[in-house]
């Protein structure tokens, strides 16, 4: 039954994405509070979650914003903080080929960072499952939902947020919760490694130019070490 | 901010055409394999040059010190991925750590 196939990949893409939420639920509630902080008005602030939906690339708007940058530099440093999607596009096209022009409109709308980590997993995993892009739209959707919903309630609540908890570290606590298990081979482990030192190195680089290069860095560690 | 709806107008649809790139470039062309392989490293190598900074790096500056809660709860969460594999758990006593580590240190 190919319908209740896509509905299993598809629940399971949802099932697979909610402990992320941990991690990403705070993240869109202090997006709203520093949103209006910023001057944004509530309606504004919204629409970015839907418009953008990138948390780092709406946080540092936000953060421009409240300088009063011109418009042109904001949008640059936007286009460059999402460069990485890139990557994460090219990473995850093989598996698209068979899907149509609207499949692929939508699943790169909901490409993000914590969409892309769960599926890729999900992806190298199962190739050949033939409904594997309905497993993406459950994972994607669950974290648009959430990120528009903690976006709305962070605006309501305003600067409620206890300032002495470091809700911003759930971010490198969600990552590795999903990089650690993906770390199974020598080259995967060597890749790893020189990504986090170049990401030291480099991160003097602006506008997450650093966290390129140490993907770069770390991508020709790992070919390097699959080749001996 | 200046313009909020052109820029929010403009960054999204840069995004999403750097979303779409490959994957709808891809239909025409047949990447070559390093380039396949290439793209396979990077789950692991982009995740964790956003990792890696938070854990050691403090106001830009490195700070490797085992009085660094950062490090220490981050060193924490991995072992707990490590050994469970389980996404719940490394967040919540990842998080947990830091919470008692900013009291005591």
Redesign the interface.
């Known amino acids: 039954m190919r319908t209740s196939d896509a509905c299993r990949e598809f629940l399971s893409g949802v099932k697979d994405e909610l402990?992320?939420l941990?991690?990403v639920i705070p993240f869109g509630m202090i997006y709203g509070v520093l949103a209006l902080g910023?001057?944004?008005s509530p309606g504004?602030a919204q629409?970015?979650s839907a418009?953008?939906?990138?948390g780092s690339?709406q946080f540092m708007?936000?953060q421009?914003?409240g300088i009063?940058a011109?418009?042109i530099l904001?949008?640059l440093t936007?286009?460059v903080i999402?460069?990485?999607?890139?990557?994460?596009?090219?990473?995850?096209?093989?598996h698209?080929?068979q899907l149509n022009?609207k499949w692929?409109?939508l699943?790169?709308?909901l490409?993000t960072?914590e969409a892309?980590?769960v599926a890729?997993?999900h992806y190298?995993r199962e190739s050949d499952n033939a409904n594997k892009h309905w497993y993406f739209l459950g994972a994607g959707l669950a974290l648009w939902v959430s990120w528009q919903t903690s976006t709305a309630v962070g605006i309501f609540m305003g600067a409620k947020v206890p300032p002495g908890w470091?809700l911003d570290?759930?971010?490198?606590?969600?990552?590795?919760?999903?990089?650690?298990?993906?770390?199974k081979n020598r080259?995967?482990i060597l890749?790893?490694?020189?990504?986090?030192?170049?990401?030291?190195l480099a991160?003097?680089l602006p506008y997450k130019l650093?966290?390129l290069s140490?993907?770069l860095v770390?991508?020709l560690v790992?070919?390097w070490s699959?080749e001996k | 901010?200046?313009?909020?709806?052109?820029?929010?107008?403009?960054?999204?649809l840069?995004?999403?055409m750097?979303?779409?790139?490959?994957?709808?470039?891809?239909?025409c062309w047949q990447?070559p394999a390093?380039?396949?392989?290439?793209?396979?490293?990077?789950?692991?190598?982009?995740?964790?040059?956003?990792?890696?900074?938070?854990?050691?790096?403090h106001d830009?500056m490195?700070d490797l010190a085992l009085t660094n809660p950062?490090l220490l709860?981050?060193g924490i969460?991995?072992i707990v991925?490590?050994k469970t594999?389980?996404?719940?758990w490394?967040?919540?006593t990842?998080?947990g750590a830091?919470?008692l580590l900013?009291k005591i240190l």
């Not at chain 1, 418009?51 to 990138?54: L, Q």
Request: with cysteine; hydrophobic share 60%; glycine share 10%.
């Open positions: 402990p992320i941990i991690g910023a001057g944004l504004e629409a970015m418009i953008v939906f990138a690339a708007t936000v421009l914003a009063g011109p418009a904001t949008i936007g286009f999402n460069l990485r999607h890139a990557l994460y596009s090219g990473s995850i096209a093989p698209m080929r022009l692929k409109t699943l790169a709308y490409l960072d892309y980590a890729i997993i190298q470091p570290f759930t971010l490198p606590l969600t990552f590795i919760a999903l990089v650690v298990p993906a770390l080259a995967s890749a790893a490694i020189a990504a986090g030192f170049t990401s030291v991160a003097g650093g966290l140490a993907a770390g991508i790992g070919l699959e | 901010m200046m313009h909020p709806w052109l820029v929010m107008c403009a960054i999204g840069l995004t999403f750097t979303r779409l790139s490959f994957i709808a470039l891809l239909e990447a390093i380039l396949r392989r290439a793209l396979g490293f990077v789950p692991v190598t982009v995740l964790t040059a956003i990792i890696v900074p938070e854990l050691v790096l830009g490195l950062r709860a981050g969460a991995i991925s490590w594999k389980n996404v719940v490394t967040i919540v990842g998080m830091l919470l900013q």
